[in-house]
């Protein structure tokens, strides 16, 4: 181990320079984040050019970072090369298992755990509270480790940085031709199989990257390890073209199903829409929306987006069956508000009375005859469907004035500035930083939406949350800054919408209240509607339909 | 005892045989020469022996093991010094000696020190900053330090000016004195290898053509000239063992292989009667260059 340790002091001098400026690199990232956090103006298109110009800076340091990194990686190989008969170490009692621990652990030591020191103080500044720590701390390893690996693999197959650089590039063109055939798969294949073969490719990437490894370190037999490499590489891409079999439900992680949610029930209303003439993928479809809604759903969770596979069957005996997605309508009625209730203490009373538009949907491509066939004959439709289930918390009840700051778990809330505009309108500017829970944005092709930042509702709301009106963006400016997102937001508020003529103060009394909605689990439900049936809709609200058959839309 | 062995050890590169069933045997205790030419298969077979690249045929026994299970025991016993090996170039060569020092057991701090002066290697001055004679002499005192049983040299003089050169020389005939250490040097630098070895292996083409003691070697290779005094000269069909035969006027000049006091005046005497007979010993050089050009005559010889 003491030989270990001193293999790995020899590599900390060597490379401690760039590591250096590695560092400072990623602490001048910090310091634009916090400039994000803090500029302050007048006039809110000018922000947007200051916020633009610092994004800009943060993305060039970061692309340095990126570089530099990989470089870094790189050069603590090729210290100690692995391939060719010249290395010094060959010659010297230094094993190659010895060799592969030091190695190993310098790249834990100088890529995995010095970011997370450097960024504790920044985590620290941001108010990320010991659960958001905790995220940021997996969350930065995840995308280091990837990294490290992806570059350690090329690092063991070269002898030096020029032959890395150009085996890189051959590497990169090699992987968009893999990806280009990823994605021309056929939009038949079912969700969970897409999902089991970006699964299956990363286990497989993983497990051919530490074979090479371990065997370049051992043998530095590198013909060999280029035979396994590109075995790897060709049995990638067949499982991401053929592997046959939905295994998601099994390898990926939703969470299951809370026990709150045992009694909620999914049932489609009977209704579809055809939204849209054709598909981008392929004209000869036509879009299909078909309506669900959702009863006993407490008033802290919110349902949202997933997958739906159904058989639509006709009274003669034609089946078709298809794979889609769930999506929400419209915002006003937006699925936030259905987990707002409880956290936040909002009366949603008499917004449910209004609450008549189109419901979440069903998204699905059907043939263009199946369309025209289901205007003439209504079909029976079985299926399932897959929710995520998400559970609202309240992270932030700043006093609506300039200056005031609050945030939990994590989040802070700062309101930058208010500006009343000659049209009665209000424009408000919030700075915020928000964790990243662990597994956000992973660099590989995987849809892990349960573990994806929780989207976020804001509102504003009168002290007795009597009146209240959802802000929504119409500007945003954020940039992650080592699992710290820091975020500009400018909202608009239409005044009339918050009249109150009895209490034309009680804005001086306002909040702004943010709630997050943390992903905990998924719903799967079983469905059937004896009978679908077209109904138009028009802004968001159903209108009669016309008599009679109708052409198929898009003909 | 036999501190390397091979046994039919052959290294093919595609078509190109570059090592061909090689037979060779390095005594314990010797300074063991292989020679050759460039191309001759020199490095190739050392870079067998240290387990740098593996045989396609045969086996070496390095310290009584296969060279492809060397493992860092036995690398604490050999020291390497090659012109292609990568230093870390970056050290000083104070921090070169300080890394390599933890990996060896016996490691002589006295010794280090004592080899440093000797060959006045600025402690605190980088590697990339030295001149290659004094690299070459960095890398030597690192893998002398430790009191390897087994030195192997491959190519030290390469790209040395003559001073330089001498230097070395000087360095490793001194530390020679020092340590009862095996040593295997290959080298086409003919003189530096005469002054140093005490065994010689010639190579040429990946086949070995002789391995003797140097004192063996020197004392059966003579250079011949007969002055003709109007007698008869049989120079048809000479014995094998007469190389570079040839006449020049009433001068006949040849290499011969197998000398033996006595023997070679006598045929002399028989086949040129009344010529006046003039036998020298030959430089290492010498015999080297004879040896070459005789295989390349056998050679334009088979393929006529």
Known sequence: ????????????????????????????????????????????????????????????????????????????????SVVGENAWWVTRPISGARLLGAKLTGLVLFFVVLPQVVSLPWWLYAGFDGRAIGGAVIQLAYTQAALSLLVLVVAVLTANAARFVAMVLLLVFAWMCCFITFLAHSPDVPVGVTQTRALAGVVLSLAVI???????????????????????????????????????????????????LAQVTVAPTGEVAFTKAGSNLDPSLVRMEMGFRYTNLPGDYSLNFGGVTGTLRWPDGTEKKRTGWIQSYPMAISWHIMGLKAPAGIRLEEWQKNAQ???????????????????????????ELELAAYHGELVAEVPFREGAADGRAGHKVHVMRIEHLESGSLVVNLAESVPIPAG????????????????????????????????????????????????????????????????????????????????????????????????????????EPATGPKPAPGT | MNIIETHNLTRRFGRTEAVHGLELAVPEGSVFALLGPNGAGKSTTIKMLMNLIAPTVGEARVLGVDSRQLGPFERQQIGYVSENQQLPLWMSVRQYLDYCR???????????????????????????????????????????????????????????????????????????????????VSSHNIEEVERLCDRIALMDEGRLQFAESTETLLGRFRR??????????????????????????????????????????????????????????????????????????AKKGAAA
């Open chain 1, 1 to 80: 181990m003491n030989l270990t340790w001193h293999i790995l002091k020899k590599d900390f001098v060597r490379l401690r320079l760039p590591l250096a400026l590695w560092v400072i690199l990623m602490v001048g990232r910090f310091l634009v984040g916090d400039r994000i956090l803090r500029v302050e103006t007048n006039d809110l298109d000018a922000l947007q050019v200051t916020l633009g110009t610092l994004s800009a800076m943060h993305n060039v340091l970061f692309g340095l970072q990126l570089i530099l990194g990989c470089v870094l990686v790189a050069a603590l190989i090729h210290e100690d």
């Open chain 1, 210 to 260: 530490a074979l090479v490894v371990v065997q370049q370190f051992l043998t530095r037999r590198r013909g060999r390890s280029w035979v396994m490499f590109s075995a790897g590489f060709v049995l990638m891409l067949v499982l991401a073209n053929f592997w046959p079999w939905d295994w998601s439900r099994w390898a990926l992680w939703r969470g299951g199903e809370p026990p709150a």
């Open chain 1, 357 to 383: 538009g189109r419901g979440d949907a069903a998204i699905t491509f059907i043939p263009r005859s199946y369309a025209a066939k289901l205007r003439q004959q209504a079909p029976a439709w079985t299926g």
């Open chain 1, 440 to 543: 956000d944005d992973l660099p590989i092709p995987l849809d892990l939406s349960s573990r994806r930042r929780p989207p976020v509702c804001y509102v504003l709301s009168s002290r007795d949350r009597t009146k209240f009106v959802l802000l929504r963006p119409y500007a945003e400016s954020g940039t992650l800054v080592n699992s710290v997102v820091v975020l500009r937001s400018t909202f608009s508020v239409n005044v009339a919408q918050l009249g109150n003529p009895a209490d034309p103060h009680w804005l001086d009394q306002a909040e702004v209240l943010k709630v997050a909605y943390w992903s905990v689990g998924t719903l799967v439900r079983p469905a059937h509607s004896d009978g679908l049936h077209e109904t138009q809709f028009r802004n968001g609200h159903r209108v």
């Open chain 2, 102 to 184: 933890p990996f060896y057991p016996a490691w002589d701090g006295e010794l280090e020190r004592t080899l440093l002066a000797r060959f006045e290697l600025p402690g605190d001055r980088k590697l990339q900053h030295l001149s290659r004679g004094m690299l070459m002499k960095a890398a030597l005192l690192s893998s002398l330090a430790y009191r390897p049983k087994l030195l192997v040299l491959d190519e030290p003089f390469s790209g040395l000016d003559p001073l330089v050169r001498d230097e070395f020389v000087r360095g490793l005939l001194e530390v020679s004195e020092l340590g009862g250490w095996t040593v295997l």
């Open chain 2, 224 to 297: 011949v000239e007969v002055t003709l005094q109007d007698g008869p000269a049989d120079l048809a069909s000479p014995p094998p063992d007469w190389l570079e035969l040839e006449r020049t006027g009433e001068l006949v000049r040849f290499t011969v292989m197998h000398h033996e006091p006595g023997v070679t005046e006598r045929a002399c005497a028989q086949r040129f009667p009344g010529a006046a007979v003039v036998i020298n010993p030959m430089t290492l050089r010498d015999i080297f260059i004879v040896l070459a050009r005789a295989g390349r005559t």
